[in-house]
């Protein structure tokens, strides 16, 4: 089975702060994506990658950047936190032969105060 | 642009009866379409798929055909039961090799004993 898992299930992080959340796949996909969720706007794309050192800007990429130095590991970087960024975060991952069936984490809600 | 517009929710059913979500999408192109589901604490996860008109994808008692004529893809099932409850989510790809989805806003299902 396909394994994503995201480093906290809840944070709660004040104003300013500088957040990483952290994404792990162990099926050996080169797609990455991380995506945030909120009630009544559905799941909006943040940032992608499909492949290590490569990134490119989903549809709210503002206010975040990412990192993917590993192929198995994806992270997102708050660089200074704002209450507008308190959320649901997933993160998931995709083959490219597949690059539309994606794997989920199961969700970091971030809480910024 | 690319959007995907769904039945609001949430909806709440009995047991064993019919279930219809209705999902209608603006494209270029010709987009697959999906659609995901996500029960309670978890990630979402892939229930089924469709890639060209006329294609009907399956799964665990779901169907849902994709209509050209009509620009939908609605989600259907014959007798829903507990365990459905979830929020589904319909999809559609775009952009080829970007690998990107576009996801609706979500239905909540609720299915009472």
């Given at each position: 089975?396909?394994?994503v898992t995201q480093s906290s299930r809840y944070l709660v992080k004040r104003t300013g702060e500088k957040v990483f959340l952290e994404?792990?796949?162990d099926m050996d996909h080169e797609n990455m994506f991380w995506y945030r969720q909120d009630p009544g706007l559905g799941l909006r794309l943040i940032y992608f990658s499909y492949d290590v050192k490569m990134k490119e800007k989903g549809d709210i990429p503002e206010g975040y950047s990412v990192s993917r130095?590993?192929?198995e590991r994806f992270s997102l970087i708050l660089e200074s936190a704002?209450?507008?960024?308190?959320s649901m975060y997933l993160c998931a991952s995709s083959a490219p032969e597949r690059p539309h069936e994606q794997y989920f984490g199961p969700g970091t809600r971030l809480t910024v105060t | 642009g690319n959007s995907v517009t769904q039945?609001?929710?949430p909806v709440t059913l009995s047991e064993e009866a019919f279930l219809t979500i209705n999902c209608t999408y603006t494209a270029t192109g010709y987009?697959?379409?999906?659609?995901?589901?996500q029960y309670p604490g978890e990630g979402l996860q892939?229930?089924?798929?469709?890639?060209k008109a006329d294609d009907k994808g399956s799964n665990k008692g779901f169907e849902a055909t994709y209509r050209k004529e009509t620009t939908s893809f609605h989600l259907e099932k014959g007798s829903v039961q507990v365990s459905d409850s979830a929020v589904y989510f319909c999809a559609l790809s775009y952009g080829g090799a970007t690998n990107k989805l576009i996801?609706?806003?979500g239905t909540l299902l609720a299915v009472q004993p």
């Open positions: 089975d396909v394994k994404c792990v796949q130095e590993k192929k704002s209450t507008n960024q308190t | 039945m609001e929710g987009p697959s379409l999906f659609w995901y589901v892939l229930l089924l798929k469709a890639t996801f609706g806003t």
